[in-house]
């Protein structure tokens, strides 16, 4: 949250508000049957599938991605997809090197935007709506049609107190 909270707040004092804030591993490339990693120096961020992925440090990335493949089942992956690096030694997958130096954000650039991405800006972080403006030419019609409102029950009320009386007086006279 912190770390969310301080990208929105520095996109902010660069003067623009982002549309979506999507999680690093569903920038990566992804087709049916491959992984994608791409292995920086402070971490490594891998995408296991259409929706699926992790970022973790370098030095684990082999054990989390044997525990991964474990678990796969039927998802088990045919190739696996490196960006920079050397690729990780997984016994049963041949690791395909697509760039031996690249930078993160031109393979997140390259992939472009998820046909529906997850959006972590909701909730608290999502865009606040901006009703001040948009509202502000009613006002004067909203204060009409509220005193019309309150004028037609004080009406009905006067008049619901005319008919109780002239009921009573009726029952009276019966």
Do not use: K
């Not at 004092?13 to 049957?33: C, D, R, S």
């Not at 970022?55 to 991605?65: Q, S």
């Not at 697509?98 to 865009?127: C, H, K, M």
Request: aromatic residues 10%.
């Amino acid at each position: 949250r912190d770390l969310l909270r301080g990208w929105l707040d520095a996109c902010a004092q660069a003067g623009f508000t982002p549309n979506a804030v999507i999680p690093e591993p569903l920038l990566l490339p992804w087709q049916p049957g491959d992984w994608s990693v791409v292995l920086e120096n402070q971490r490594a961020v891998v995408r296991t599938g259409r929706w699926e992925g992790f970022a973790i440090e370098p030095n684990t990335l082999d054990l989390l991605l044997q525990q991964a493949i474990a678990g796969a089942g039927d998802a088990m992956p045919q190739r696996l997809r490196v960006w920079g690096g050397p690729p990780p030694a997984i016994i049963g997958l041949e690791p395909h090197i697509e760039d031996s130096t690249p930078e993160a954000l031109r393979v997140f650039a390259s992939t472009g935007l998820p046909t529906a991405p997850i959006n972590l800006l909701q909730g608290p972080y999502g865009p606040q709506a901006q009703w001040g403006p948009w509202l502000r030419p009613w006002r004067a019609a909203a204060a009409l049609a509220a005193a019309w409102l309150l004028v037609q029950w004080f009406v009905l009320a006067q008049e619901h107190w005319s008919l109780r009386r002239e009921q009573t007086t009726l029952r009276t006279t019966m």
